[in-house]
């Protein structure tokens, strides 16, 4: 990922460059005054560089709070599940019980007649 930012990156950049260089009727404007020859070159560059650094800082700041947000989401989703389930057996064990009634008295035979044997 940090390999396809650089890259992008570098790509806009130069994108920018030859966009400056090759544009012949662009101006600058200072305070109401025209900047032209190498210092237009210069503070192009300076402003077009600064302005995607701080594109690049919201995107990272943006992929952060995007990123903690849906951590959280997700805490929240498995705690409502896990919530949702226990609800669930809470509500479900008395109905169940008629079925652990049998399973509970082989349960008491199996292991009574377990000690049985181990007593011989």
């Given at each position: 990922m940090k390999k396809i930012l650089t890259f992008v990156f570098?790509?806009?950049?130069?994108?920018?460059?030859?966009?400056?260089?090759?544009?012949?009727?662009?101006?600058?404007?200072?305070?109401?005054?025209?900047?032209?020859?190498?210092?237009?070159?210069?503070?192009?560059?300076?402003?077009?560089?600064?302005?995607?650094l701080i594109a690049l800082l919201a995107v990272i700041c943006?992929?952060?709070?995007?990123?903690?947000?849906?951590?959280?989401?997700?805490?929240?989703?498995?705690?409502?599940?896990?919530?949702?389930i226990a609800l669930g057996l809470l509500f479900s064990a008395?109905?169940?019980?008629?079925?652990?009634?049998?399973?509970?008295?082989?349960?008491?035979?199996?292991?009574?007649?377990?000690?049985?044997?181990?007593?011989?």
């Amino acid at each position: 990922m940090k390999k396809i930012l650089t890259f992008v990156f570098i790509v806009i950049l130069a994108c920018l460059l030859l966009d400056k260089i090759s544009g012949n009727n662009m101006t600058m404007e200072i305070n109401g005054n025209d900047v032209d020859g190498p210092l237009e070159f210069l503070f192009g560059m300076i402003f077009a560089g600064g302005g995607l650094l701080i594109a690049l800082l919201a995107v990272i700041c943006a992929a952060v709070m995007v990123g903690l947000v849906m951590a959280g989401v997700g805490v929240l989703m498995v705690a409502i599940v896990a919530g949702c389930i226990a609800l669930g057996l809470l509500f479900s064990a008395p109905f169940m019980l008629p079925l652990l009634i049998p399973v509970a008295i082989i349960w008491v035979l199996v292991s009574r007649n377990r000690k049985h044997s181990k007593s011989n």
